[in-house]
């Protein structure tokens, strides 16, 4: 019977995906402040908002995994140090959404071992998806394996030896780990892997069994969920596969922050080429690089950021405010960056990018973050000749490129 652990062998996929999210450090109150694909987008502990810990935990999980540590060599380590800061115990806390104090668990050996766990089966669902993703061409089914004991949740111990293809969208929500100690695990297969097991006698089904659900309120955000009986609230997504999408959004920042403007257009439109892109556009999760900044806008802005980011937030306010807006459209917005006809400030740190063809002018609005570390697309639509005229005779408007006449 296959059993589902993680794999002692040198985690390199982990790693890379667990340093990634550690760009992102966020504290946060309750672990509803930062929901599902959040998590995987960013690293975050549960009431350390307040406390100077986070960087603390990021650094011993990141040491236990790069170590293949265990969590009581990780607890051991890290006790003392969360102890002399204050963040241990039951203490009373004040909620920042209310501003009501109430008494919180922070610290302990329990929540350190959740955290542990979490953070550990997150890192390496999202090395496995990578390594999903780079063999899918020869191994292009994954196979749910559950250990089946007693601890196993009926829903999941249904789903053992359930073999999909790798890009079914039952794996947007049915994907390891499913809840709070999910111990179940996914694994690749070739078609004549799947030969093999059946002729040995396995149990294999590739029919999906009918999901009960439920409903399910955020208290914090108001926002209700529609969440399979069997996952735990918050990991209805696929951990595995944004994981792994962060660490390669990472790796082509890091190759941007060094590269010519002139190498940004391939190195971003090869990532929005991709089938993770167009699956980003068609059901937002995390975020993805998109264009290319002009050095222009880098200079007036005085930001350090060589990509714009487009987030899943504004990429669900695309798809209700423009639904006329293709994958083809969004797939040309590396070029708008690179070779755009006009560029013009609108504010202190809006920009305008226009850029026309084929007869008909894109329109995208960017807005780099206050630090200058980011910066992030808030709006992409086609404009009229009008809509271009208005915005040029706007008092506020700086222009930074002007190619009409090119």
Same mark, same amino acid.
């Given at each position: 019977m296959a059993t589902a652990q993680l794999i002692p062998l040198?985690? #390199?996929?982990?790693?890379? +995906?667990?340093?990634?999210?550690?760009?992102?450090?966020?504290?946060?109150? @309750?672990?509803q402040d930062a929901y599902a694909a959040d998590h995987a987008a960013m690293f975050t502990v549960a009431k350390s908002a307040g406390f100077d810990v986070l960087q603390d935990i990021f650094n011993a999980l990141s040491k236990a995994l790069q170590e293949r540590r265990t969590l009581r060599d990780f607890a051991r380590e890290l006790t003392p140090l969360l102890q002399a800061k204050g963040w241990w115990g039951r203490q009373m806390v004040t909620d920042p959404l209310t501003g009501e104090q109430r008494p919180a668990q922070l610290g302990s050996q329990r929540r350190l071992e959740t955290i542990f766990d979490a953070n550990m089966r997150v890192s390496y669902a999202a090395g496995h998806w990578a390594?999903? #993703?780079?063999?899918?061409?020869?191994?292009? =089914?994954?196979? /749910?394996? @559950?250990?089946?004991?007693?601890?196993?949740?009926?829903?999941?111990?249904?789903? %053992?030896?359930? $073999?999909?293809?790798?890009? %079914?969208? /039952? &794996? *947007? +929500?049915?994907a390891p780990p499913c809840g709070w100690n999910c111990r179940c695990t996914l694994q690749s297969l070739s078609q004549r892997e799947?030969?093999?097991?059946?002729?040995?006698?396995?149990?294999?089904?590739?029919?999906?069994?009918?999901?009960?659900?439920?409903? &399910?309120?955020?208290?914090?955000?108001?926002?209700?969920?529609?969440?399979? $009986?069997?996952?735990?609230?918050?990991?209805? !997504?696929?951990?595995?596969?944004?994981?792994?999408?962060?660490?390669?959004?990472?790796?082509? @920042?890091?190759?941007a922050a060094g590269a010519p403007f002139e190498l940004l257009e391939p190195l971003v439109a090869e990532r929005v080429r991709s089938d993770a892109f167009a699956r980003f556009v068609a059901k937002p999760e995390g975020r993805m690089p998109v264009m290319p900044i002009p050095p222009a806008i880098g200079e007036a802005a005085g930001t350090e950021a060589r990509v714009a980011i487009l987030s899943a937030d504004t990429m669900q306010k695309q798809l209700r405010r423009?639904?006329?807006?293709?994958?083809? *459209? !969004?797939?040309?917005l590396p070029s708008i960056g690179a070779d755009p006809t006009l560029v013009f400030r609108d504010g202190?740190?809006? =920009?305008?990018?226009?850029?026309?063809? *084929?007869?008909?002018?894109? !329109? $995208?609005?960017?807005?780099?973050?206050?630090?200058?570390?980011? @910066?992030?697309?808030?709006?992409?639509? !086609?404009?009229?000749?009008?809509?271009?005229?208005?915005?040029?005779?706007r008092e506020s408007v700086e222009i930074l490129i002007d190619r009409r006449g090119s």
């Amino acid at each position: 019977m296959a059993t589902a652990q993680l794999i002692p062998l040198p985690p #390199e996929d982990a790693i890379r +995906v667990l340093l990634a999210r550690g760009r992102q450090l966020s504290p946060t109150f @309750a672990w509803q402040d930062a929901y599902a694909a959040d998590h995987a987008a960013m690293f975050t502990v549960a009431k350390s908002a307040g406390f100077d810990v986070l960087q603390d935990i990021f650094n011993a999980l990141s040491k236990a995994l790069q170590e293949r540590r265990t969590l009581r060599d990780f607890a051991r380590e890290l006790t003392p140090l969360l102890q002399a800061k204050g963040w241990w115990g039951r203490q009373m806390v004040t909620d920042p959404l209310t501003g009501e104090q109430r008494p919180a668990q922070l610290g302990s050996q329990r929540r350190l071992e959740t955290i542990f766990d979490a953070n550990m089966r997150v890192s390496y669902a999202a090395g496995h998806w990578a390594g999903f #993703e780079r063999n899918k061409r020869v191994r292009p =089914f994954l196979r /749910y394996v @559950a250990i089946r004991d007693d601890r196993t949740r009926p829903e999941h111990w249904r789903r %053992h030896n359930l $073999v999909l293809p790798i890009d %079914h969208p /039952y &794996w *947007d +929500v049915w994907a390891p780990p499913c809840g709070w100690n999910c111990r179940c695990t996914l694994q690749s297969l070739s078609q004549r892997e799947i030969d093999r097991l059946l002729a040995e006698g396995e149990d294999l089904r590739f029919e999906p069994p009918a999901d009960e659900r439920k409903s &399910w309120v955020n208290k914090r955000t108001g926002e209700v969920r529609d969440i399979p $009986v069997g996952i735990d609230p918050g990991w209805d !997504y696929n951990p595995g596969r944004i994981g792994a999408n962060v660490a390669i959004n990472e790796a082509l @920042a890091e190759k941007a922050a060094g590269a010519p403007f002139e190498l940004l257009e391939p190195l971003v439109a090869e990532r929005v080429r991709s089938d993770a892109f167009a699956r980003f556009v068609a059901k937002p999760e995390g975020r993805m690089p998109v264009m290319p900044i002009p050095p222009a806008i880098g200079e007036a802005a005085g930001t350090e950021a060589r990509v714009a980011i487009l987030s899943a937030d504004t990429m669900q306010k695309q798809l209700r405010r423009h639904p006329e807006m293709t994958l083809a *459209d !969004y797939r040309s917005l590396p070029s708008i960056g690179a070779d755009p006809t006009l560029v013009f400030r609108d504010g202190t740190n809006t =920009f305008i990018l226009v850029k026309l063809a *084929d007869g008909r002018w894109r !329109y $995208v609005a960017a807005k780099t973050t206050k630090t200058g570390k980011a @910066a992030f697309v808030t709006s992409f639509r !086609y404009a009229s000749d009008e809509n271009i005229r208005r915005m040029l005779a706007r008092e506020s408007v700086e222009i930074l490129i002007d190619r009409r006449g090119s």
